[in-house]
């Protein structure tokens, strides 16, 4: 049987998502990685960004994503091996792919939406398409109307609860051509003159792209669409899923054609095609944070993609891993094993910094090996807001500072995690915010931000913040209605954030520094903090104060520093 492998073709400027069997090329320049074929061809939906001085954090891709970036449901589901053994059952064999290939009398599930709001996405009858023979199951917020052979019709509403959670499982399928390149997508569509608005049907233009018939060329949400527009960089480190990642070669690598780009950690992640895509269509310079093991090679054959295939006008952002020094991520510890080895220093913290200094540099000259130079890279070196020693071994270590274009800080502004736990009113969380008493006040925040410009200045550097916002998070609770995380959400939701924000953002511009991530694309409020911009990405503006306050600033502020308006 012919393998059926999923590839990107890029016509007329925009890059498409389809299937086709093994071997089969487009005209044109192209070039080969994995089982996918692009062409050299670029083109950007968006140019209003180009004097934003702010930029934004991606997420995790999970079915839990309340960000939505992909059209197809199908993108961010669980993978069918982690969904045993309550959804997959028995002795199932997979393909290289991740698709089920014999389910030896069991079965396979997945999850596709879990736990979000139900005006995430519209409320419908969305199709599913697949190639193979055998028959699908939809459960809990999905259910079946209608099935033909590759093609199943069912409608996707949320229940009494307001939230969404849908599941699907393959029953019964034929081993010899087995149910794969499984598509959930939605109803209505784009006009082509406009991808930033969903509409209902071809009523509303003339121009009318179906999201069924189109969803290959379409691929991202138009909703997420609109939401980065205006933002002039993305960070893809949750959305590549670099965190605790394990690929040290370039073989290790998402691939386009697995059967799924979400899951667990070290597992999900977006494909780099995905993320150069979505940042040529945004017109928005991607941020790339590369894994902690990444061999040479490994690095070498992701500048050249990037090389190859970004649009001419952005910068790659490049950083090495994530957090490099904070040791409740795998590649902090990482980072210690190999300094020590090195024999970096007798202090094995120190140590790190070291050999995360030192293995930036040799990445960056991989990345200027193959891009002729450092004219058109942003080379980051990062480190922890309130730790000037770590800065100053960072960059100091075997003058590595002569190898880079900008030092990354998070800023985040909360009080105190000690007295985050015994918030109790929506002004008590706001006094830690504003109340220079406390050790993370926006005030205080402030000077750290300044003691940092005077090292970046001291070595000739740019300031940057990876990540920064408000960070009200009880890391501690077990359940989202625990103490403090109905306070911290309130205060979220409250219109004084939005001063918080004003202030914050000013500030931040009147310290000295310059690009400002904030962290992060739209998602629910949890245990896990409220992070998001927007709790969904449909989510009103007037509901979103932090959103209204990004706004303000950029259309307000235009960038301010040296060479950064496009």
Sequence with gaps: MLAKLTRLVIMGGVLSLGITGCGTTTGGKTATTGSTSLSAAKGAFSTNNSASPLGMNTNEILESDASMPFIDLMRAAMPFQEASPWLTKGNVVYDTNGWPANLNGGQAGTRFLSNLPAAVIPEGTYTVLYDGEGEIQYMNDAALVERQPGRDSITIAAGDDGMLNTSLLITRSNPQNYVRNIRILPPGGICASNPFQRVASAAACGDFKSFVEHADSIIFNPDFMAFMKDFRSIR??????????????????????????????????????????????????????????????????????????????????????????????????????????????????????????????????????????????????????????????????????????????????????????????????????NN??????????????????????????????????????????????????????????????????????????????????????????????????????TQPTSQAPKYQALLDFINSTPCWWDGCKR
């Excluded at 590649?331 to 024999?343: E, F, H, P, V």
């Excluded at 006040?441 to 001291?458: H, P």
């Excluded at 998602?523 to 911009?533: S, Y």
């Design 436 to 537: 220079p008493i406390y050790r993370h006040s926006l005030d205080k925040e402030m000077g750290y931000v300044r003691m940092q410009k005077a090292i970046t200045d001291k070595y000739g550097l740019r300031l940057v913040a990876y990540e920064a916002g408000q960070g009200l998070a009880d890391f501690k609770t077990k359940s989202d209605d625990e103490f403090p995380n109905p306070v911290l959400f309130a205060a979220n939701r409250d219109p004084r954030m939005r001063g918080v924000y004003d202030r914050l953002l000013n500030a931040w511009k009147a310290e000295g520094g310059t690009l400002f991530m904030h962290y992060t694309a739209p998602r629910t409020f949890t245990k896990h903090g409220p992070w998001g911009t927007k709790e969904y990405i």
């Design 236 to 433: 893809f480190m949750n959305m590549s899923g670099v965190t605790r990642s394990d690929e040290r070669a370039w073989s290790d690598r998402n691939q386009l054609s697995k059967a799924t780009w979400g899951g667990k950690e070290a597992t999900r992640g977006a494909p780099l095609e995905i993320q150069v895509e979505l940042a040529n269509r945004l017109n928005a310079d991607p941020w790339f944070t590369l894994p902690h093991e990444a061999d040479d090679n490994y690095v070498r054959e992701f500048a050249s993609y990037v090389k190859q295939h970004l649009n001419s006008n952005l910068k790659p952002h490049i950083e090495y891993s994530n957090e490099a020094w904070n040791t409740i991520f795998t590649q902090a510890n990482y980072m210690i094993d190999k300094g020590m080895r090195l024999g970096l220093d007798s202090n094995a913290q120190r140590a790190g910094h070291r050999y995360y200094s030192q293995r930036s540099v040799e990445i960056f000259k991989i990345w200027e090996s193959v891009y002729g130079g450092s004219e058109r890279l942003v080379r980051i070196l990062a480190g922890w807001t309130v730790n000037d020693k770590l800065t100053e071994t960072v960059l100091s270590h075997q003058d590595a500072y002569k190898h880079v274009d900008a030092f990354a800080i998070g800023p985040y502004v909360f009080g105190g995690h000690a007295e985050l736990r015994n918030v109790r009113t929506v002004e008590e969380a706001f006094d830690l915010i």
